[in-house]
């Protein structure tokens, strides 16, 4: 019933080990999920996480639970921007090519299962860079620039590939902005949405979807009317929900390891806030993963 368009599978085993995934997947399975997309952030990670995600299935007592969790499960495969990957950008942009080309090849553990370049993008809470239109201690131009030229990189990639691309956009929307309209990509997710509505318009307008995840639980009181806009802002064919999981877990479990199986928290609240039901936004984030993500 319920989808997350962005969880982090092998953080999760990680912490809990492939049994436990096993039960994820059993949840999952039970809960009807039809679509689970496995984030990748690392240049090499993609097989590995591959190779994670078919132990978890593997481990599965119910060949018929399996089946259904190898048919919602899917993978997208990108570079975050830390510090060493950017400042490696042309090495690492070339190992996630060949990931991605031995993951598509008639060999793959998961064949015709990735469908997406990412998560990508600018983050300029954490990097050195510092945010937009700022400098000060810790600023390095050459990071701040070659972080933009990874991002760049990764988004011609999904434009020669016809992927949809995964963005990530913390504190950096003008740099967000200005890198898709320099390539001219407007295919994919605006993922963890953070901005407010002139920015969702911005992303919007050139195509974008728009993913909301926790995050939007946590608002306080007084910022609940203003959060309430935005999510009824977004309009019904651009609308994703996520966990992002293992982080950002939606209140009631705020505080918790988030899993893909707490994404009906985040459904409940934002189906309140644009007066539908849980299982009609259900339904419309389905449509929009099928529109986006299989052209249908």
């Known amino acids: 019933m319920y989808s997350d368009t962005h969880f982090h599978l092998n953080y999760l085993i990680q912490k809990f080990g492939p049994a436990w995934g096993a039960g994820l ?17 690392r240049p090499g990670d993609l097989l590995p996480r591959m190779e994670t995600a078919k132990e978890c299935l593997d481990l599965m007592g119910s060949s018929a639970s399996r089946e259904k ?29 060949q990931q991605i080309a031995l993951a598509s090849s008639g060999h ?81 997710i605006i993922h963890c949405y953070s901005y407010g509505i002139d920015e969702a318009r911005a992303f919007l307008d050139r195509g974008w979807y728009i993913a909301l995840g926790g995050a939007v639980t946590y608002t306080k009181k007084r910022l609940l009317g203003q959060m309430n806009q935005l999510i009824r802002f977004i309009p019904d064919d651009r609308i994703l929900l996520e966990t992002d ?3 950002l877990a939606p209140v009631p ?44």
Not at 25 to 41: K, N
Not at 69 to 97: Q, T, V, Y
């Open 245 to 247: 999981a293992p982080y």
């Open 253 to 296: 479990c705020r505080g918790q390891v988030n899993t893909p199986l707490l994404v009906r928290h985040s459904y409940e609240f934002i189906a309140a806030a644009r007066g539908v039901g849980t299982e009609s936004l259900c339904a419309t984030v389905d449509s929009n993963i099928r529109a986006l993500f299989f052209g249908c």
């Open 25 to 41: 997947f059993e949840g999952l399975a039970a809960c009807d999920c039809s679509f689970a997309l496995d984030i990748g952030t």
């Open 108 to 188: 793959s553990l998961f064949p015709g299962r990735l469908i997406a370049v990412g998560e990508c993008g600018l983050d300029h809470h954490w990097n050195a860079a510092g945010a937009d239109k700022r400098s000060g201690e810790g600023w390095d131009e050459a990071l701040f620039r070659g972080e933009a030229e990874m991002f760049m990189m990764q988004l011609d990639l999904a434009r020669r590939l016809s992927l949809p691309v995964i963005v990530h956009s913390r504190e950096a929307f003008d740099g967000t902005l200005s890198c898709i309209d320099d390539v001219g990509y407007h295919r994919g």
């Open 69 to 97: 969790a190898r048919r919602m499960l899917f993978f997208s495969a990108g570079i975050w921007p830390d510090e060493d990957a950017i400042r490696k950008r042309s090495e690492s942009a070339l190992c996630l090519e």
